[in-house]
Structure formats: structure tokens, C-alpha cells
């Protein structure tokens, strides 16, 4: 168990549906990332939160938004879901190091299919 | 810019035979490097990182990884493959100001008996 929860594991939905998923940090990160894993487009960078605010963007769609709450879990809206949207969804939390490196632990990943 | 790129998409090796998993990466400045293993069906997980310290890294289950500056790279290794060493593995690469992380596309490593 990396500390990083996500939910829900499995997602079945259909094109143009909307859904929610949600990940809570390990204790004491503030930072939330999200990225994508499919097979064409391997780990893509979606978008970061720290402590509540929109730290960077990646290849976000514009049918996705994304938000992180005061108690710092965060959740991904997909919306008018494509074919394309199945993917496995990763929500990582990271600890900045003494040298400015970020290192980011990894939740289990929530596998959307979209049919 | 930040770019990593992994030189094979698979590698084959028979157990107890050396691993050698090849990345190059491309960065502005001096960069904090990482390896991350993917079993099948889970998520990532942090094998070993590099951020200005020792150029040889240890992590865990046996791997290791050298940064060489002048080469750009920045190979993971094990000396003796185990059967459960099969997964993806992805290096990343990140720009010290840059709050993000760039992948690789991954090397499949498949381990025989």
C-alpha cells in the first residue's frame, strides 16, 4: 500500500456519460498530480494541484477539469466520455527533497472503460 | 526542455542472467533522474532516483543505476535477473523549477526460466 488511495479501481460507462474519480495523497502531501496510461500514449502528464491551487497544466482535455479540496483529496471529472477516454488514470502525491526534486508516489490507478 | 527516451520498448533475459535497462534523457540543467517499476495491473513504483549525489545509485530489489553526464544517460542494471523482476519500467527525468515529471514510453522486461 503506497498511501495513495484512489477510487473507484474499475469504471464501466458509456460514450458521452460523465464520471468522477477521486484520490486522496499520502499524509502530509500537498501536492496531487494526475496522468494518464493507455496503450497509444503511454504516461501522459495531466494536470497538478498544491494545496488546493492549479500548480501546472500537461495534455489536459478541455472535457476534463480537475479540483483539489481543503483536505487536499482531489478528484478528475471526464465528461462526454469518448472511446478514446479508456485509459488506466494514476494519481500520484509527491514530498519536494532538499534538492527541488519532486518524488511522487503512486496510487493504484482507476481503470476507466468507456464502451 | 525535459525529454527522457528509452532505447528499447522490450528486453528479454533468462533468470539469473544481468539486466541492463537503457535511458538517455535531455534537460536544461542539472536534472534529478528516476526509475519507476509497473507490475501488471498496478501502479508505479519508485525503484530508485538520482538528484546530484552520488552518480551510483542503489534501490531496491537489487537495482542500480549510474548517471553518466557526459553520455546523457542514465542505465538501470541488476546483476542477476529474478522471475518476479517481470514489469514495465519507466525512467523519468525532472528539471529542478519544474514541478513535473516526464516519462519514457517504458521497456518490458521479460524474465524466462
Known amino acids: 500500500d503506497s498511501g495513495v488511495t484512489q477510487t473507484p479501481k474499475h469504471l464501466i460507462t458509456a460514450t458521452g456519460q460523465r464520471v468522477t474519480l477521486r484520490c ?14 493507455s496503450l497509444d500514449q503511454g504516461l501522459q502528464f495531466l494536470i497538478q494541484y498544491y494545496n488546493g491551487e492549479e ?23 471526464l465528461s462526454s466520455l469518448e472511446l ?3 485509459a488506466l488514470y494514476f494519481c500520484a502525491s509527491s514530498v519536494r527533497m532538499s534538492s527541488g526534486a519532486n518524488v511522487l508516489t503512486f496510487g493504484a490507478g482507476s481503470r476507466l472503460t468507456v464502451l | 526542455a525535459q525529454s527522457v527516451t528509452q532505447l528499447d520498448s522490450h528486453v528479454s533475459v533468462s533468470e539469473g542472467t544481468p539486466v541492463l535497462l537503457r535511458c538517455n534523457y535531455s534537460s536544461s540543467y542539472s ?8 507490475h501488471p495491473n498496478k501502479g508505479l513504483q519508485l525503484l530508485l532516483k538520482y538528484t546530484s549525489a552520488a552518480t551510483l545509485v542503489k534501490g531496491i530489489n537489487g537495482f542500480e543505476a549510474e ?30 523549477g519544474y514541478s513535473t515529471l516526464t516519462f519514457g514510453k517504458g521497456t518490458m522486461l521479460l524474465v524466462s526460466p
Not at chain 1, 56 to 68: C, D, P, T, V
Request: proline share 6%.
Open chain 1, 24 to 37: 486522496s495523497p499520502r499524509s502530509g502531501d500537498l501536492s496531487v498530480y494526475w496522468y494518464q496510461q
Open chain 1, 55 to 77: 500548480r501546472a497544466k500537461g495534455n489536459i482535455l478541455e472535457r476534463f477539469s480537475a479540483q483539489q479540496f481543503p483536505d487536499l483529496h482531489s478528484e478528475l471529472n
Open chain 1, 84 to 86: 478514446g477516454d479508456s
Open chain 2, 31 to 38: 536534472p534529478s533522474l528516476f526509475w519507476y517499476v509497473q
Open chain 2, 67 to 96: 548517471f553518466k553526464k557526459s553520455e546523457t544517460s542514465f542505465h538501470l542494471t541488476k546483476p542477476s535477473a529474478h522471475m518476479s523482476d517481470a514489469a514495465e519500467y519507466f525512467c523519468v527525468v525532472s528539471d529542478p
